[in-house]
């Protein structure tokens, strides 16, 4: 099943994609067909308490929304464009181009979305971005960032005066954090030299609410609200945890035919090992289980000052 799954995914025509960023080849998110199947049951709970939580800030915006790291689109068009005020348009950036050719087509027929590629870690901004947003939200991206400061410069010089920013960003979880330990194994270290660039730096903090609220202070922010919340996320079954592990895995691509199933099925068996995982048989029908995976994660609501 794992080698049937596994094909199906590296067959898809969404494949990875390569950037060159700073000069070193950097693989971002690039399974969107996959991403979209598994994603939404697992994200829908936690947008919507994020979206009902901010229901007043989101109906009083007005003007262009940023969505940083939109990914294929479908959580920007189908749950956030609706609780926005019918005077806000989206403008969804993405470091990846697949992402954003998939979220164009996606959202084609919606006047108010329009999509551009963007790293939010550059250190080349446009000058036409600077100041070009009143608010910007951003979900389960940022920490997918290595230069925390830079990100969250970056997001201060993207909007105007008196804008909003509300984001959630993972800081502990299993999908990222069987990274260490696979890339031990000698069989795979030579793919995953790299992984250290695929955890948020901020999971490492001793405090990571206060190294965060530090950083966004003395970029310029007021913080308006920062907390750490825990997530359940309910995979109805292995094969689906296994879809949204490889749909966001940037090494498997880059490792030989032979060496995928055996990393497929490893990739499971650590994350499945992680602390945060546990199973639950289902009472009454004994055969079906559900695999529940608990994740940290940053609440973030910023507001650039008037002056
Ligand atoms: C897990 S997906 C989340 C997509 C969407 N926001 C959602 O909630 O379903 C993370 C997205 O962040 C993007 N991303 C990663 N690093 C980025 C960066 N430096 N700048 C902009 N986008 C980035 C990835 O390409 C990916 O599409």
Not at 154 to 162: A, C, D, M, S, T
Not at 288 to 293: H, I, N, R, T
Request: hydrophobic content about 35%; overall charge neutral; charged content about 30%.
């Amino acid at each position: 099943m794992l080698r049937l799954l596994q094909k199906a995914i590296c067959s898809s025509k969404h494949q990875q994609i390569r950037i060159n960023l700073r000069n070193s080849e950097v693989y971002t998110m690039h399974d969107a067909e996959n991403y979209i199947k598994v994603s939404h049951a697992q994200t829908f709970p936690v947008y919507k308490s994020m979206l009902d939580e901010f229901e007043n800030e989101l109906s009083q915006m007005k003007g262009k929304c940023l969505d940083i790291g939109c990914g294929p689109g479908n959580h920007s068009r189908d749950l956030i464009l609706p609780k926005l005020s019918p005077e806000c348009s989206i403008v969804g950036v993405d470091i990846s181009k697949n992402m954003i050719d998939y979220a164009r087509k996606y959202c084609a027929k919606e006047k108010r979305m329009t999509f551009k590629v963007m790293d939010i870690e550059t250190r080349d901004l446009k000058k036409e971005d600077i100041e070009a947003y009143d608010n910007g939200l951003s979900f389960f991206c940022l920490h997918w960032v290595q230069d925390v400061r830079c990100g969250f410069e970056n997001i201060f010089k993207l909007l105007r005066p008196g804008g909003h920013f509300i984001a959630l960003s993972v800081v502990d979880g299993s999908a990222l954090f069987t990274y260490p330990k696979l890339a031990k194994y000698p069989r795979y270290k030579e793919y995953m030299k790299d992984y250290l660039k695929y955890i948020t730096p901020i999971h490492y903090e001793e405090n990571p609410r206060s190294s965060l609220k530090k950083i966004c202070e003395e970029v310029g922010f007021g913080v308006v609200h920062m907390s750490m919340r825990e997530i359940m996320l309910d995979f109805k079954d292995e094969a689906e945890l296994m879809t949204l592990l490889l749909s966001i895995n940037p090494f498997i691509d880059r490792m030989p035919e032979s060496l995928r199933d055996e990393y497929t099925r490893d990739l499971l068996q650590e994350a499945l090992k992680q602390e945060s995982f546990y199973k639950k048989v289902e009472p009454r029908a004994s055969q079906e289980q559900s695999l529940y995976d608990l994740y940290k994660c940053m609440v973030i609501h910023l507001k650039k000052p008037i002056s």
